[in-house]
């Protein structure tokens, strides 16, 4: 039944029109409180997480520490075999210098034997001769 003003003829109109109007800010409101809701649950979510952060950053710190602690270990233990590396190729260097012939060593080291060997040789080449 429709509301007819006697002194009026287009209240009817308007006032179909604010009913109208009425319903579509009903059904904006009722999405305005679903997003409203949901926004709610996600801020609550994040701050929850964001609790745990200064704790997650403890974690972290400790082991950034506990590593760094350990690149030491193995910096001071690369050290030491980069020394032994150094020492064994030295060592290395040594045996194949001592594995060379070198006729200035050996007659520096064996003068006496190669004179006396000389000698020898010449003595016993006059005998036969």
């Known amino acids: 039944m429709e ?3 006697k002194f009026h003829s287009d209240h009817s109109n308007r ?3 604010l009913e109208k109007d009425c319903d579509n800010l009903d059904d904006r409101v009722t999405e305005l409180d679903k997003n409203t809701a949901v926004n709610t649950q996600v801020i609550l979510s ?6 745990r952060l ?8 400790n082991t950034m520490i ?3 602690g350990e690149i030491s270990k193995s910096n001071e233990r690369i050290g030491e075999l980069d020394n032994k590396f150094n020492l064994l190729k030295d060592q290395i260097d040594e ?4 594995g060379k012939f070198n006729i200035r060593k050996f007659l520096k080291d064996n003068w006496i ?3 006396v060997a000389a ?3 010449a003595y016993l080449i006059k005998k036969f001769t």
């Open 46 to 51: 994040s701050l929850k997480n964001l609790e």
């Open 54 to 61: 200064p704790d997650t950053m403890i974690e972290i710190s």
């Open 3 to 5: 509301y007819e003003c």
């Open 95 to 98: 045996v194949d210098e001592d």
């Open 113 to 115: 034997s190669i004179v």
């Open 66 to 68: 506990s590593m760094q």
């Open 119 to 121: 000698g020898a040789m």
């Open 15 to 17: 006032i179909k029109k």
